[in-house]
């Protein structure tokens, strides 16, 4: 596990600071910023669905967990599709 962070620093060292020039921590930042707003929008539309549907936000999560990242992907391009 220690192997894994530190690998993971040098890449962060060498790509985020060196090929960025310095912007490597502003990125990642930015980076995280806007996978916490899509996760959030879509908990959004997800929570919308389940009151419409009188379905439990709960009973919801619990079904997403249980998906596999290719029916992650469906459920995401169809929530896209009904925007």
Same mark, same amino acid.
């Given at each position: %596990?220690?192997?894994? #962070? $530190? ?6 060292? $060498?790509?985020?600071?060196?090929? /960025? %020039?310095?912007?490597? +921590?502003?990125?990642? /930042?930015?980076?995280?910023? !806007?996978?916490? =707003?899509?996760? #959030? @929008? @879509?908990?959004?539309?997800? =929570? +919308? /669905?389940?009151? #419409?549907?009188?379905?439990?936000? #709960? @009973?919801? !999560?619990?079904?997403?967990?249980? %998906?596999?990242? @290719?029916? *992650?992907?469906? *459920?995401?391009?169809? *929530?896209?599709?009904?925007?």
């Amino acid at each position: %596990m220690a192997e894994d #962070n $530190y690998w993971g620093n040098i890449a962060r060292s $060498y790509l985020g600071q060196g090929l /960025a %020039m310095g912007w490597g +921590d502003e990125l990642e /930042a930015k980076f995280r910023s !806007i996978v916490k =707003e899509i996760i #959030n @929008e @879509e908990m959004a539309r997800i =929570e +919308d /669905a389940s009151n #419409n549907n009188g379905v439990t936000i #709960n @009973e919801i !999560i619990s079904i997403i967990r249980n %998906m596999n990242s @290719e029916e *992650l992907t469906q *459920l995401h391009e169809s *929530l896209k599709g009904n925007k």
